[in-house]
């Protein structure tokens, strides 16, 4: 999770590797003021934006979050904006990497028990 300060408002980062595609994408939140919760479409692409808002006194910002490729469960850096500004970027790691890497050597320890089996 990645927590970013901006006024005097708190935007939380998070990312889970999805099972639907085996844990090789992953699905983006943004939480603002621990209050709303803002989800990336549960598809798979390149470069990915979600769109946020934040009640700035009494106006509603619009903000997004564009990732910047290429993208992994390890590791996906990204820039966040408000009203098209930046205002800050930095990167995080999805909350069940470890499910990706798990699938993997079971895979790989499958294929070798088959083949010299």
Not at 13 to 21: C, N, P, Q, Y
Not at 34 to 54: G, N, W, Y
Not at 59 to 69: H, N
Request: neutral net charge.
């Amino acid at each position: 999770m990645a927590i970013h300060q901006w006024k005097n408002h708190t935007i939380d980062i998070s990312s889970h590797a999805l099972a639907k595609h085996l844990w090789f994408t992953i699905h983006i939140s943004i939480k603002v003021d621990d209050k709303e919760l803002f989800q990336s479409p549960d598809k798979i692409t390149i470069k990915d934006t979600v769109l946020f808002k934040v009640c700035d006194d009494s106006k509603i910002l619009e903000g997004k979050l564009v990732t910047i490729p290429p993208s992994s469960v390890l590791r996906t850096r990204y820039k966040l904006f408000i009203e098209d500004t930046e205002i800050d970027n930095g990167k995080v790691t999805a909350t069940n990497w470890y499910m990706l890497h798990g699938l993997l050597i079971i895979g790989t320890l499958a294929f070798f028990g088959y083949v010299y089996n």
